[in-house]
């Protein structure tokens, strides 16, 4: 029987220069890695290695010091700004590098200590990376602000990063298995100072993540607390709410775009709900979230050139009438219903006869028909999605 304990001890320091120089040679965060910095790194990477092949040795599990150490390295890593895909490559390569570690010291005859090893760090290590992470995280609120924290944990939620978590943890945002991905188109695209602004008032309302992915869009994922419609209707609301605090501040009409989406598949919902941002009615005051169902004509529309070129032609005829996009656009608002949308336009509902008889001559369509409905309601909403603006009705 060999002595694969004693061995993994003895190359305690040789194996922890490998990984520190592969850590700095293969993660830009640690290319330019202080010399003091290193050090440490160095240090840790020793500490850890002697302990575990003690520990592992007797069948003991981490102690408290054990952990509070491991935890305080986590924090200074954090405090030193190293970015959590850096963090989490380097955890990786640790991982990596102990697994060869144990194969290269290994003879024919440590197979049952090379299985206890083996055990003894699928339990342990798994405790040591929770208390790195959770260090590592408070020691990053010193480094970067919270509005940027809540900003990371949007792409890091929306990709699925396993960090997500216990970034939420420390930040206080509570994490759920369904989203109601909301972006907010604002046109024209506001300015940084606007943007910063944007998150500095949503901070001090709301609690989910959310950040600007791009500077014209800002996306937000709303908790969606279980799957029967009055769950739906919560997460619109809040994703309403949002969404006019973000056209409230930055001054400048939005559109809004939603889809649902679970943990582990909300970059096919983000990409969904992009589309029908880009699809929507651009508003001063957004009146409600669109999702896929109020908006997949146009999302056809969009994707067959020919199709939207003949709306284009519909939308020019349109045009040559006076108030006739407003005049449509609250007309199917209001189920076709000639009173309401008369009292919703401050008309006579007889001037209101008078415009859609207009429509009719115009286009040759008639407005109240299903064909009238099917067409004109998609050419009047890519018109306020701000399609064609050389027709200038946005």
């Known amino acids: 029987m060999g002595d694969l304990f004693g061995m993994l001890k003895s190359r305690a320091d040789d194996n922890a ?30 500490v850890v290695r002697r302990r575990t092949a003690e520990l592992a040795a007797s069948g ?16 200074q890593r954090g405090a030193q700004g190293v970015a959590p895909g850096c963090q989490r490559g380097a955890l990786a390569l640790h991982a990596a590098f102990t697994l060869r570690e144990i194969s290269e010291a290994a003879g024919p005859g440590d197979l049952t200590d090379t299985m206890r090893m083996i055990d003894w760090l699928a339990e342990q290590g798994t405790a040591a990376q929770a208390v790195y992470t959770r260090g590592y995280f408070r020691g990053y609120e010193r480094f970067l602000p919270t509005a940027s924290r809540v900003h990371l944990l949007a792409t890091m939620v929306l990709h699925d ?15 759920t298995e369904h989203y109601l991905v909301t972006v907010v188109r604002v046109a024209p695209e506001p300015p940084e100072q606007c943007r910063e602004e944007v998150m500095g008032t949503l901070l001090q309302r ?7 992915q791009e500077p014209d869009e800002f996306v937000a994922l709303v908790p969606y607390h279980g799957t029967r419609p009055e769950h739906r209707a919560a997460a619109e609301g809040a994703g309403l709410a949002l969404a006019r605090a973000v056209a409230e501040v930055v001054g400048r009409p939005c559109s809004v775009g939603t889809a649902h989406g679970r943990r582990r598949a909300l970059v096919q919902a ?7 941002s880009r699809v929507a009615p651009i508003e001063r005051v957004p009146r409600r979230p669109y999702g896929v169902a109020d908006v997949f004509a146009e999302l056809g529309a969009v994707e067959t050139p020919q199709v939207d070129q003949w709306l284009r032609e519909t939308a020019r005829r349109l045009g040559d009438g006076p108030d006739l996009v407003p005049t449509l656009d609250a007309y199917y608002r ?28 115009l286009v040759g369509i008639e407005p109240g028909s299903t064909h009238g409905v099917r067409v004109l309601s998609t050419t009047v909403t890519r018109l306020l999605a701000g399609a064609w603006n050389e027709h200038g009705f946005v």
């Open 17 to 46: 220069r490998r990984v520190v120089d592969a850590c700095a040679g293969e993660i830009a965060g640690f290319q330019a890695i202080e010399s003091g910095s290193r050090a440490s790194m160095m240090e840790f990477a020793v």
């Open 60 to 75: 003991e599990p981490l102690l408290e010091s054990d952990l509070a150490f491991i935890e305080s390295v986590g924090e």
């Open 161 to 175: 990063d396993p960090m997500a978590g216990e970034l939420a943890g420390s930040l206080g945002v509570p994490m």
């Open 206 to 212: 709301h609690r989910m993540p959310f950040g600007w």
């Open 270 to 276: 983000a990409a969904l709900a992009r589309k029908v």
């Open 334 to 361: 209001n189920d076709m219903n000639r009173l309401r949308t008369a009292e919703s336009l401050h008309i006579h509902p007889r001037t209101l006869d008078y415009r859609l008889r207009r429509v009719r001559e």
